[in-house]
């Protein structure tokens, strides 16, 4: 039996490549819960793949990563099932989260906890790759003497505070940067393979000035803002670290910036379980409700502190005694950590099953 995996039109993932241990996009490949979920479905004589070797029209199944819009008007045939799985959050695809996309297919999975409904929205946690983690190291206390203060690595920032109600956490992400960056040169690093131009290009009121201003002058506008933020930003950045060496860099450092992409609830990325194999203790922010998934003593909660300058405080100040207590939590957490919650293959387990399920009533109704 054929299914569909659609995936964003583009070369690092087309082909089966999201299947692959190859990097996407210059960073680590995270698609290992979905070459999990293609072994899985294998077992039972099922063969997933991207839409360009198994068209979505040739297979009984489609699972759709991130992509709706194709959908929306899609003819599908008899006999077929229709899925979507919310990957990225909404800060990236805000269409995608809309609830009137999903219309056209019979159950969506995501890491949302809170839109499960156990029908029509199937829970699975944010699946993580714990096979390939080294084994946790101690830090000495020469270690921690020998070590800087802090690093934070990153490519996704928004240099305007976001709309009300947004979840986004990419303009505190880059608000950090900054002051670190101004205040703490020589104890903080930013690693970084580059931040989209159209970024430093886009601020708030901008489409008010195209209305109002000619052309020209809206031009030299934007590009005297974008020319700010890129110098500000590629004073400090040290450039891109390759995949496999991330958590080598991350353990130079006491501490390392933590931010999610998103407070969305359920989305726990491999950004925070990174530092903690890597024995570097995060300052998290993210998902409001971090302490139910990871114990407290693990991380810093960013949200304890008013101001970037408090944080810097306290990290500064924070002794060895104190700084091997948060390591001795770590190494306790990666090494029972609950692989039934976030590994790849409990995780694809969860929607292979559902999967499996639907193809069995769906076979019960056809005889």
Same mark, same amino acid.
């Not at 082909?15 to 960073?27: E, K």
């Not at 101690?138 to 928004?158: D, I, P, T, Y």
């Not at 207590?325 to 409990?346: C, D, H, L, T």
């Given at each position: 039996?054929?299914?569909?995996?659609?995936?964003?039109?583009?070369?690092?993932?087309?082909?089966?490549?999201?299947?692959?241990?190859?990097?996407?996009?210059?960073?680590?490949?995270?698609?290992?819960?979905?070459?999990?979920?293609?072994?899985?479905?294998?077992?039972?004589?099922?063969?997933?793949?991207?839409?360009?070797?198994?068209?979505?029209?040739?297979?009984?199944?489609?699972?759709?990563?991130?992509?709706?819009?194709?959908?929306?008007?899609?003819?599908?045939?008899?006999?077929?099932?229709?899925?979507?799985?919310?990957?990225?959050?909404?800060?990236?695809?805000?269409?995608?989260?809309?609830?009137?996309?999903?219309?056209?297919?019979?159950?969506? /999975?995501?890491?949302? !906890?809170?839109?499960?409904?156990?029908?029509? #929205? *199937?829970?699975?946690?944010?699946?993580?790759? @714990?096979?390939?983690?080294?084994?946790?190291?101690?830090?000495?206390?020469?270690?921690?003497?020998?070590?800087?203060?802090?690093?934070?690595?990153?490519?996704?920032?928004?240099?305007?505070?976001?709309?009300?109600?947004?979840?986004?956490?990419?303009?505190?992400?880059?608000?950090?940067?900054?002051?670190?960056?101004?205040?703490?040169?020589?104890?903080?690093?930013?690693?970084?393979?580059?931040?989209?131009?159209?970024?430093?290009?886009?601020?708030?009121?901008?489409?008010?000035?195209?209305?109002?201003?000619?052309?020209?002058?809206?031009?030299?506008?934007?590009?005297?803002?974008?020319?700010?933020?890129?110098?500000?930003?590629?004073?400090?950045?040290?450039?891109?670290?390759?995949?496999?060496?991330?958590?080598?860099?991350?353990?130079?450092?006491? /501490?390392?910036?933590? !931010?999610?992409?998103?407070?969305?609830?359920? #989305? *726990?990325?491999?950004?925070?379980?990174?530092? @903690?194999?890597?024995?570097?203790?995060?300052?998290?922010?993210?998902?409001?409700?971090?302490?139910?998934?990871?114990?407290?003593?693990?991380?810093?909660?960013?949200?304890?502190?008013?101001?970037?300058?408090?944080?810097?405080?306290?990290?500064?100040?924070?002794?060895?005694?104190?700084?091997?207590?948060?390591?001795?939590?770590?190494?306790?957490?990666?090494?029972?950590?609950?692989?039934?919650?976030?590994?790849?293959?409990?995780?694809?387990?969860?929607?292979?099953?559902?999967?499996?399920?639907?193809?069995?009533?769906?076979?019960?109704?056809?005889?």
């Amino acid at each position: 039996m054929k299914a569909t995996l659609v995936v964003l039109n583009e070369a690092d993932f087309l082909q089966n490549r999201i299947f692959s241990d190859l990097p996407i996009n210059g960073v680590k490949n995270y698609g290992y819960m979905f070459a999990e979920l293609r072994r899985q479905l294998a077992e039972h004589g099922i063969d997933l793949a991207t839409q360009d070797l198994h068209p979505p029209e040739q297979s009984t199944l489609v699972i759709s990563l991130d992509v709706v819009d194709y959908f929306q008007t899609y003819q599908r045939r008899p006999g077929q099932l229709l899925y979507l799985l919310l990957n990225e959050p909404a800060t990236y695809y805000p269409e995608v989260w809309k609830k009137e996309n999903h219309a056209p297919f019979d159950r969506t /999975f995501t890491w949302d !906890y809170t839109l499960a409904d156990g029908e029509k #929205y *199937i829970h699975h946690y944010f699946a993580i790759d @714990l096979d390939n983690y080294p084994p946790f190291q101690e830090v000495s206390e020469a270690e921690f003497n020998r070590r800087k203060l802090l690093v934070l690595m990153a490519g996704m920032f928004q240099f305007t505070a976001p709309k009300v109600g947004s979840r986004s956490l990419l303009y505190t992400r880059y608000r950090t940067l900054r002051w670190f960056g101004q205040h703490m040169p020589e104890q903080f690093a930013f690693y970084s393979r580059g931040i989209d131009p159209a970024l430093y290009r886009s601020f708030r009121g901008l489409g008010v000035l195209k209305r109002v201003l000619p052309r020209v002058i809206t031009n030299r506008l934007v590009d005297a803002v974008a020319t700010q933020r890129r110098r500000a930003v590629e004073a400090i950045n040290r450039g891109p670290v390759p995949p496999l060496d991330k958590l080598t860099v991350i353990r130079s450092y006491r /501490f390392v910036v933590c !931010y999610e992409n998103t407070s969305t609830p359920g #989305y *726990i990325s491999e950004k925070l379980f990174d530092c @903690l194999f890597a024995g570097c203790v995060p300052v998290y922010l993210g998902e409001p409700n971090i302490k139910q998934f990871v114990p407290q003593d693990c991380f810093i909660d960013r949200r304890a502190f008013s101001t970037d300058a408090e944080l810097a405080r306290f990290l500064s100040q924070m002794p060895y005694t104190e700084y091997s207590k948060y390591i001795a939590a770590m190494r306790q957490f990666v090494q029972g950590v609950e692989r039934q919650k976030f590994g790849s293959e409990s995780n694809a387990q969860r929607i292979a099953n559902v999967l499996m399920t639907d193809l069995a009533v769906l076979s019960a109704k056809a005889n």
